[in-house]
């Protein structure tokens, strides 16, 4: 038998099986054993199903021990329960005492406590209780699927909106501003410069950016960072030797990208601990060579 709430249906079956069989009929047939979502689903199936002497199987037992929604295999949570006063007890009282109950049953049009639930021994005989789901495999584009009494709705993904997650939120193209002496490159995973998108930042050779990491849209539509400049990369500051000098072209800085300094020493010394005379400031930042020294030159006397 089954009953319909919009797009979500019910049903149940016309013979008593063990909680396994009522599972593996309720997963052939429809979707699967009733996963209880509030209690305006309890209503409603109370007062729709027929009354049964042995009750109904719904879609919770436990999963090492633990109480588990088995169509999700998520965790029962306090706040999800509906247990039945002294409930679960594990069958410590009366004919079930001493036998595990690790399935769960549910009372319908009981005369005390009617909707909640009891743990029970899953060989036991009972009614299946299946359900249809209303969620389809694109009913949310871009979120989860919620089933509801009356239908579904779209738990959307961060960054994204609309009644089937169908929007993705965007950032402002303009804050994208190309930094002087640099470039940016922008990918997009959900549309241009939506949600997820990241823009790269790079830089001319000579100049290092102020802030390596890259612009991701997030889902408040603002972007991550504020765009990176380039800045002209700097050498360590050189000093002449002792015993010389030093002579520095500095086309776009002290010290800078292109820089070059010329060492020559005073009479009598000659440059040493370095291959050149001549120090470039390379892009990476370092000079090109070692800082040369000035030592004296040999004196040789005849005998």
């Not at 009282?93 to 909640?116: F, L, W």
């Not at 389809?136 to 699927?145: A, E, I, R, T, V």
Request: with cysteine; hydrophobic share 25%; charged share 20%.
């Amino acid at each position: 038998m089954w009953t319909s709430v919009d797009c979500w249906s019910y049903f149940y079956s016309n013979s008593t099986m063990n909680w396994q069989q009522a599972r593996d009929w309720c997963q052939e047939s429809y979707t699967d054993m009733v996963a209880i979502q509030n209690q305006e689903e309890i209503e409603h199936l109370n007062s729709w199903l027929p009354k049964k002497s042995t009750y109904y199987w719904i879609g919770i037992r436990k999963v090492k021990n633990v109480w588990t929604w088995v169509g999700t295999n998520k965790t029962l949570t306090a706040e999800a329960t509906n247990w039945a006063i002294g409930e679960p007890n594990n069958g410590k009282n009366g004919r079930s005492a001493g036998v595990n109950e690790d399935c769960v049953e549910m009372y319908i049009k009981r005369n005390a406590q009617a909707g909640k639930w009891n743990d029970e021994r899953c060989g036991k005989l009972k009614t299946a209780l299946c359900y249809t789901a209303a969620c389809k495999n694109d009913s949310c584009l871009h979120g989860d699927c919620v089933e509801t009494i009356n239908s579904h709705k779209c738990d959307c993904f961060e960054g994204f909106y609309g009644e089937r997650c169908e929007h993705v939120v965007k950032c402002n193209k303009e804050e994208v501003t190309v930094p002087d002496k640099g470039s940016v490159n922008c990918t997009h995973k959900y549309g241009d410069f939506s949600y997820d998108s990241s823009c790269q930042y790079s830089c001319e050779e000579g100049y290092k950016l102020n802030m390596s990491r890259p612009l991701t849209c997030t889902a408040s539509t603002q972007w991550s960072e504020q765009p990176p400049t380039c800045e002209l990369v700097q050498c360590p500051e050189l000093s002449s030797p002792a015993r010389g000098s030093m002579n520095c072209t500095d086309p776009l800085g002290p010290s800078s990208y292109q820089s070059t300094c010329v060492f020559t020493c005073d009479e009598g010394y000659v440059l040493a601990d370095s291959p050149s005379n001549t120090l470039l400031c390379e892009g990476s930042g370092f000079w090109n060579a070692s800082q040369p020294t000035c030592v004296g030159t040999p004196t040789f006397e005849c005998f």
